[in-house]
């Protein structure tokens, strides 16, 4: 994948997370690879409370192979906006996807490469409060307070 495929992935997302998510959408900067975004996404996970509802972005039917596939393919576009946001705020960062499903952030001779896509799965999983922000914070990011809903 180029540059402009996952720009395209993580604008279609957000896209879907905001019209999924009406009441969130206006806690959003207009710049959808701002950094304090990431609030946004945090608190959609916490208003999952870590379960699965029919009409949320991230539920699959059981058994529906269909709706998991696309459920999958959210959650790798959720993962790739987050990168984004980290790759476009934090200098030098690159995207290297030599495997598309394990698709991973280098900065230039770090030997700690962060994998936005695997970490946004194990929030789907296992989400943990604070995680998503505090994830955002250790990559680089600088956010500011979170926003009031």
Not at 54 to 75: H, M, Q, Y
Request: charged fraction near 30%; include cysteine.
């Amino acid at each position: 994948m180029d540059s402009t495929e996952f720009e395209k992935r993580a604008k279609n997302i957000w896209d879907k997370l905001r019209n999924s998510h009406l009441s969130l959408a206006a806690m959003a900067d207009a710049d959808i690879f701002s950094p304090n975004n990431l609030w946004v996404v945090q608190r959609i996970f916490e208003n999952r409370n870590g379960e699965d509802k029919p009409g949320d972005l991230l539920f699959a039917w059981p058994g529906d192979n269909k709706s998991i596939w696309e459920r999958d393919e959210r959650i790798f576009n959720l993962g790739v906006y987050v990168g984004e946001i980290v790759r476009r705020s934090v200098k030098n960062y690159e995207w290297n996807c030599d495997d598309p499903r394990e698709c991973q952030l280098f900065l230039p001779d770090d030997k700690s490469p962060l994998s936005p896509i695997k970490f946004i799965a194990e929030q789907v999983k296992d989400y943990r409060q604070g995680s998503i922000v505090e994830w955002g914070k250790k990559a680089g990011l600088k956010l500011g307070e979170s926003p009031k809903h």
